[in-house]
């Protein structure tokens, strides 16, 4: 104002020309109120800013309103149905109206909101050891951002096959929402987001819904695709290591403009999506080719051993046919030999019994970990002398699921047999127990395993124990023990131990509903999880 200081009290007063100027290449918008609340003066940025000409907005009610907080947002619907979140701030005049200065706080908030969603996505992707389950948090952690308002996460191997629904999110209940599409598909639907796959780059319909809910050829899907209040539509492929594993498709709401922001947030979240699904993939080949090794290692010793054994009493009762087949054989020549056919006999028996087990402990099945456990010991002591002590400080109830304790059985069966295999042990230690919220299993042996190098101790096994450990969200740990010998340590959650636990006892239940066996009930929950289902 004319005669007025800048408040260092330096420098000439700002005159209102000066003011006029200012206000008028602010990058804000600038704007003044009457005492009704209506626009008296707005510069050009609010107009920009308001989506209207200043001329049309004199006059009219502003959008803003005092409240307690210095600084407030309001959504404004501008036109061409985007919607804009501003920032303001009030100051009251002396003449009872209002000073107002806002700004466009939208792409601010939306990048915040963004980078919490993929911050939320990344550590589902490392915490979850379930594809359907992260995928499902990745989905939801997208319809949580402002503009997006469903969202499906489909794997795709040809644009000719049946896909998978791994994710989806804002929908509803849409269980059979494959075999719709698929039926659109028969009538010629064009489904966009098979371009997305094939082209490996993003599709965006700025207005897709009018034109599906018109098109008869999409009727099977009207109820489902009406259900959310969305309009604009992103196809995102999801890529890793050159290869296209599938699309997120993102349904926008009316107004919200999939731009450059929302595209770089769609391939950010896409881009965890696809290391979810190829890590799965890298898991289960994996635990595939463990699973195999662990075969051929059974073949091994089934040759070393029972063959062994059965082609020497093939050979001992060549020899005793022959004696009796002679004319002076004597009863007391022979009994050296029917005594090495016995010892034989139940040598390659026992040996046979241990080997059966390996492939599958009926004993978890019919009496749980800890019995198991024990018919293992006792099986290797009468087989190797080796002196296996099992004990459960506390006496701890042991929880989880058949698959849990079978994953659990198996790494004390590998870390036995190693020690039969390296350790010199005279003695070993398992232990089964709880430690704080853990079920823990340890196997400690007095051998020379603190003195020889790891790969004695075959990598192969300690992978496989490791990876069925992790499955569950556990811990393992193995190398010298702190008084000698060799240590292999694996803490599991109870908490995942419970939640195996519950899931079997549910597909039991659902088993006998049904009139299924149990048997098959197990196997098939197993081919569910294998697929990813």
Request: glycine residues 8%; charged residues 25%.
């Amino acid at each position: 104002m004319p005669g007025q200081r800048d408040h260092r009290g330096t420098g000439p007063g700002l005159t209102a020309e000066a003011a006029q100027a200012l206000v008028s290449v602010s990058a804000d918008g600038l704007a003044i109120l009457d005492t009704t609340g209506c626009f008296t003066f707005l510069n050009d940025a609010a107009a920009d800013l308001l989506g209207s000409p200043a001329a049309e907005l004199l006059g009219e009610p502003a959008p803003f309103t005092a409240g307690p907080e210095p600084t407030r947002t309001v959504r404004r619907l501008v036109p061409g149905g985007r919607s804009r979140e501003l920032e303001y701030r009030l100051e009251p005049l002396p003449d009872g109206g209002r000073a107002v200065w806002f700004s466009d706080r939208t792409a601010v908030q939306r990048q915040q909101e963004r980078l919490t969603a993929i911050a939320r996505a990344a550590a589902s992707v490392a915490g979850a050891f379930s594809l359907p389950t992260t995928l499902e948090a990745v989905a939801r952690e997208m319809v949580m951002t402002a503009g997006v308002v469903a969202v499906q996460i489909l794997a795709l191997d040809d644009p000719a096959a049946d896909l998978r629904i791994l994710g989806m999110a804002g929908f509803g209940p849409a269980a059979d929402f494959v075999d719709r599409l698929s039926a659109c598909r028969r009538l010629g639907a064009r489904v966009r987001f098979f371009d997305a796959f094939v082209g490996g780059e993003p599709v965006v319909e700025v207005h897709r819904k009018a034109s599906i809910m018109a098109d008869p050829r999409w009727e099977p899907l009207h109820e489902i695709m009406n259900r959310p209040d969305w309009d604009g539509f992103v196809a995102m492929p999801m890529v890793v290591r050159t290869r296209t594993v599938g699309v997120i498709n993102a349904y926008y709401r009316a107004g919200e403009d999939p731009g450059p922001g929302s595209l770089a947030f769609l391939q950010a979240m896409a881009d965890h999506a696809a290391l979810a699904i190829d890590t799965a993939s890298l898991l289960a080949r994996t635990r595939t080719r463990a699973q195999s090794d662990e075969r051929r290692r059974l073949a091994r010793d089934l040759h070393d051993s029972v063959v062994q054994q059965l082609f020497s009493m093939r050979m001992q009762a060549k020899a005793l046919r022959s004696r009796l087949d002679a004319p002076d054989a004597e009863l007391a020549h022979l009994r050296p030999i029917a005594e090495e056919l016995a010892g034989l006999s139940a040598s390659a028996l026992s040996d046979l019994r241990l080997l059966v087990f390996e492939l599958r402990p009926l004993d978890l099945a019919e009496h749980g970990l800890l019995d198991a456990v024990r018919a293992h010991a006792e099986s290797v002591r009468a087989r190797t002398g080796l002196v296996i002590d099992v004990v459960t400080p506390g006496e701890p109830v042991l929880t989880g699921g058949l698959d849990t304790q079978e994953d659990l059985y198996r790494i004390v069966s590998e870390a036995v047999h190693n020690v039969v295999k390296h350790a010199r042990a005279s003695t070993v230690e398992v232990s089964l127990g709880v430690e704080a919220d853990d079920l823990v299993v340890r196997i400690q042996d007095d051998g020379a395993g603190g003195g020889e190098p790891p790969e004695s101790r075959e990598q192969l096994g300690l992978v496989s124990m490791r990876e069925r450990t992790e499955r569950w969200g556990g811990r393992f740990a193995a190398g010298p023990g702190p008084r000698g010998g060799w240590t292999v340590r694996a803490a599991v959650p109870l908490r995942r131990l419970r939640e195996e636990a519950a899931l079997d006892k549910a597909v039991l239940e659902k088993a006998a509903q049904q009139q299924t066996g149990p048997e098959q009930a197990v196997r098939d929950k197993t081919v569910r999880e294998e697929i990813g289902g």
